[in-house]
């Protein structure tokens, strides 16, 4: 078994300010993910990341910016928050192959003032 | 429009009753499906996948998927009060689940 990480648990932040959420696994798996999860909005991919210093856009990227520094870790930044925001963000990974679960952390819970 | 749509939107179900879900896809690429489950307070975790037609059976969890309509149910029998959660059917366009598109979810609650 293995465990996702993700610091800091809640984040919170002022309009147009940078924030970067952590990510660690230790599953030893190839493949991490950002997503954000909005009420009533299901989850929407943000960034993911097939392998250490490979980025990926997911369909919600523009606001973000990623970073897969080594194989275990991989973080968020928020470029500018935006008033009154609210979500939560929820790191991801799997093994590269077929048929392969994503496994995902507690979550951070963002509230920008 | 969600590309995932699933409904009801919420489910009120006694103990020991059958919970059933639906889940179709308005994209012809997603012939992959997962079934994800979240509690309140946590990340979502699977439950099963779906890659060919008719049913798949794990424990109390049976998912059905029609692949002509693109059609995905998820039936939980004999429903339990730690069933109650928010569900989640997820689609691909492959069978790598790499870049998974999402449905909003069905909130289920199991009345004891």
């Known amino acids: 078994g293995g465990i996702i990480t993700q610091t800091p648990k809640f984040l919170i932040g002022q309009e147009g300010q940078k924030l970067t959420l952590k990510c660690q696994q230790n599953f030893n798996h190839d493949t991490m993910y950002w997503y954000r999860q909005d009420s009533g909005k299901g989850l929407r991919l943000i960034y993911y990341?097939?392998?250490?210093?490979?980025?990926q856009k997911g369909d919600l990227s523009e606001g973000y910016d990623a970073s897969r520094e080594k194989k275990s870790s991989f973080s968020l930044t928020v470029t500018s928050a935006q008033k009154n925001e609210m979500a939560v963000f929820l790191c991801?990974?799997?093994?590269?192959?077929?048929?392969?679960?994503?496994?995902f952390g507690p979550g951070t819970r963002l509230l920008v003032l | 429009q969600q590309k995932v749509q699933q409904s009801p939107e919420s489910l009120s179900v006694p103990e020991g009753g059958m919970a059933s879900l639906n889940c179709t896809s308005s994209?012809?690429?997603?012939?992959y499906f997962w079934w994800y489950r979240q509690h309140s307070g946590e990340g979502p975790k699977a439950l099963m996948s779906i890659f060919s037609d008719g049913d798949k059976k794990e424990g109390r969890f049976t998912a059905h998927l029609n692949k002509a309509s693109l059609h995905v149910s998820l039936h939980i029998r004999d429903s339990q009060p730690s069933d109650s959660a928010l569900y989640f059917c997820a689609a691909s366009a492959n069978s790598a689940g790499n870049k998974l598109t999402f449905g909003i979810g069905t909130r289920v609650l199991v009345r004891p």
């Open positions: 994209d012809r690429n997603f012939q």
């Open positions: 991801a990974s799997s093994k590269t192959g077929e048929g392969d679960t994503q496994y």
């Open positions: 990341s097939i392998t250490e210093n490979d980025l």
